[in-house]
């Protein structure tokens, strides 16, 4: 009965953090068949491996695939409307994954490897020290690009997608690890910073907590969860597969030997917090409480908590700025009504 089930809209989908998120939604209550998962992928043919695979493993479930590319502002208007026309099949939609999300690398940067190791060499392995990333990419949009794949593209499609989502959605972000040292609010696109991710995600951490204030009347939550350290291919920008070989052998070292939770290694492990902030009673969730997943030394996965650090100034200013976005593109005489 393809009419009860409830649609998850999980973006970037096709690997990683995405595609776990849709191998246990589909495997919690498998027997109910409680959702129609649909993966929203730039690329679609990496899409469809991604739902082939989830059909074999789930021969009855339902596994749709939405072109969306979060860098273009024409395609997260495509995708709304194509989502907006598959929830009407259903009762909306219940669950928004805000998951699509790259780091630029450029290059592996020696002098931050040098320093870390030197100077912090356990939080060394927490951050992105080791990585350049490239400065100065704007997209056709005109926005910091980094900044409009993480954030924009996403707090778009949540406004195109509001009124499709009834009492009892859920918005959520895939956080992760966020500086405010990142931020600047002259160049709150990170445009000609050193570290647009990080500064991105610094942005899903501030608006998280207004966001969910703005939908709650409607019913609709927002919660962010972090995956912790997770080999996927995130890493793909360096183009070194032994070197991401020697990346995966080191987080499992450095997990089972120092003991550092945060290293989940697998998608599955990082996907367990995302679904926690998805699947958990209304009651149990808090917009203030940033879910991460974590795992024991031997590889056991779990969901801890730990306040969101949110400034309400800058959440503000942040909510300006993409609410005027917003309204920029609400005005484009090109937007299909
Ligand atoms: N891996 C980690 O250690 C880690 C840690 C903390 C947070 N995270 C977050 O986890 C999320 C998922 O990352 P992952 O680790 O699963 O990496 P991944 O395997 O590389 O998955 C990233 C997904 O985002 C998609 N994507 C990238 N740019 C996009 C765009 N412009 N439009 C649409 N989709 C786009 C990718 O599509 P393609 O396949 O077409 O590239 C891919 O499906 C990201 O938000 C990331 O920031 C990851």
């Known amino acids: 009965m393809t009419s009860a089930r409830k649609i998850a809209v999980i973006t970037g989908g096709n690997s990683g953090v995405g595609l776990a998120i849709a191998r246990q939604l589909l495997s919690a209550n498998s027997d109910k068949h409680e959702f129609r998962v649909v993966l929203a992928c730039r690329n679609q043919a990496k899409g469809k491996v991604a739902r082939d695979e989830l059909l074999a493993a789930h021969p009855r479930a339902l596994v749709d695939l939405v072109e969306l590319d979060t ?7 495509r995708a709304a409307i194509a989502l907006r026309t598959l929830s009407q099949e259903h009762h909306g939609i219940s669950l928004l994954f805000c998951n699509a ?60 997608l509001t009124d499709a989502m009834p009492v009892g959605s859920r918005v959520i972000w895939t956080g992760s690890a ?83 939770a945060r290293f989940t290694i697998n998608s599955d492990s990082g996907a367990v917090a995302c679904c926690y902030a998805a699947l958990a009673d209304e009651d149990a969730v808090d917009s203030r409480i940033k879910y991460h997943s ?43 009504k």
Request: glycine share 8%; with cysteine; charged share 20%.
């Open 71 to 77: 860098s273009s502002v024409a395609s997260v208007e």
């Open 101 to 160: 999300g790259a780091m630029a690398i450029d290059s592996l940067y020696i002098p931050g490897i040098v320093s870390g190791l030197l100077s912090h060499p356990i939080a060394f392995f927490e951050s992105s020290e080791a990585l350049r990333q490239k400065r100065g990419l704007v997209t056709a949009d005109g926005m910091g690009e980094t900044f409009q794949t993480n954030v924009f593209g996403h707090y778009l499609l949540i406004a195109r």
């Open 294 to 336: 974590q795992a024991t030394r031997t590889g056991k996965p779990y969901v801890a908590q730990f306040p969101l650090t949110h400034n309400k100034d800058t959440a503000a200013f942040l909510m300006g700025r993409l609410d005027g976005l917003v309204k920029r593109f609400d005005d484009e005489p090109t937007r299909e």
């Open 178 to 260: 966020a500086s405010q040292l990142q931020f600047k609010a002259s160049d709150y696109q990170h445009v000609w910073g050193d570290k647009p991710y990080e500064s991105s995600k610094y942005i899903v951490d501030q608006i998280a907590v207004p966001l969910d204030q703005r939908l709650r009347p409607l019913g609709i939550r927002c919660l962010v969860a972090e995956p912790g350290n997770v080999c996927s291919n995130f890493l793909a920008g360096l183009g070194l597969p032994l070197f991401q070989y020697l990346i995966v052998g080191m987080f499992y070292f450095i997990r089972f030997v120092l003991g550092m």
